[in-house]
């Protein structure tokens, strides 16, 4: 190992004092190194560290970064994994671990702030509204969507959305609150579909009929094919204003993206 | 009268007000890994910023000193950052970030220490970093900027002194170098050295054509025999302003950036502090020998 080798090694190793780096300067280098882990996860993951609060965000970034360490040289692209994190260490039976079994959900709410995080640093998306001309020249159902790349759809078993909408700081926080409390109780989970407007990511639950009919469009399904997959209580009609107008879909094509 | 550019560390709190309450500054510099993402609010902004003040890109993560090869995609983002603007100044520290290890059951991998962790000085280590200078710039097809560090401890085996190493850096890759005076004070008080003739003997040692660019900030005061680290998060001191004024006089008028990047004043405050600056670079160059 050359010197560069050894003292990134001290630097991860949380558990050894046994090292012929200067033992104060080191733990200021490590000092820093967590608290600018801790910091990431507090900007990209805003509402787990709302629910979960500093003293968990800080324990949590030391044992995710032991585990799967700075890679990336850009903090914003760090964690990606932290909701399987959360979702194996549900299933790893030891003390440290108590309050994330004592809150299941921490693992969706992740993934949902992850996905947010990400939506935002996304490609600007290019609207075309000239193509929904096409509506009146073809036959709409053999159409194709184009579905902005920043949206997603992510079921849980938990009311992710609630949880999220809850930590937002408006007047339907409270309502929120009451919601997410209500479905935990009764164990009702929640569809969340992200997308991108303008700049800010937001987020709005989704049945499970507007579920099969996005991922079908975003698969590449035509029209026709993508409404197929759903029953007759969703409204397409009514659908598609509000998904334009939140650039949910950009345009249509005569042949799948 | 000899003129002097001062700027500021643009962060985020400050963005509002630094269009809202346009500043008597000649530059802002912004953290490059900030304005990585694709697309968004921070493209958005950056292209105002650009539109409003000239803009220097610093860099905290590129590890140009690293032994272990430099991922490709790090050093693209940055290519593909500057390939959308015209900064005044590009530039990244004299450390290393990269290196493979192994950690618990995990194979041995390529990690980022997160940090500006130290480098050896002696010629090993100096074709290494002027390697890893000429391919990044390039590149960019121009040349950046490197920062004198502020370390917490040596390492490796050091056969040049620090300035010998970046005046050398330079003769081989054409770049330029920052000189962050703080950093000069954060390294005599971790040594436990006298502040004042260790910052004035390097600022002579140091190649005056190279220094392209001055960095000034401040950090938490700490007791001898303690680790200062430097955390920018306090007014520049009176020993930083000491020798930037003995800079000033040595070298010439070079510009000058106040950075603070923890614990954030006011966007009035720090603007104070560029106008410290340029009132005491003023008075030094006022009396520089012709």
Redo the contacts between chains.
Sequence with gaps: M????Q???A??DQSSSATQ??Q??????Q???FA??ARALEISYPTLNELAGEAFIKQLAMDYL??Y?????????WGGSLSDFLTNALGNDVPQNEHIQEHPYFAGVAELDWCLHQT?????ATFRPETFALFNEEDPGKLYLDIAQTVTVIPSEYPIVDIYLAHQQNDTSQHFFESARKKLEEEMGQTAMVY?PH??ALVEPIDTETENFLKAAIAGENIDTALNTTHDTFDFQAWLPHAVENRIVLGVNTAAP | MTSIEVGVGLRHAHYQAAFEEPANIDFVEVHSENFYAKGGATQALLQNVFEQYAVSFHGTSMGLGSLAPIPPQATQKLVDLCSHYSPKFISDHACFNWGHIGLGPAQEQLVHGGDLLPIAFNSTSLQNFADNVEALQDQLKRPILIENLSAYLAVGDNTLDETEFLNALCEKTGCGLILDINNLIVNAHNQQIDAQPYAEQYIKSIRSSAVQEIHLAGCTPMPIGEIMVDDHAMPVPDAVWQAYSFAMQTLGSRPTLVEWDNALPSWQTLIAEADKARSVATQALATRPA
């Design positions: 050359n010197y560069q080798q003292f990134l090694s630097l991860f780096f200067d104060k300067a080191l733990a200021a280098y000092g820093n190194l600018t882990a032991l585990q360490p700075f890679q990336e040289g850009d903090w914003a692209e935002e640093r996304g490609s600007d991108r700049f800010k």
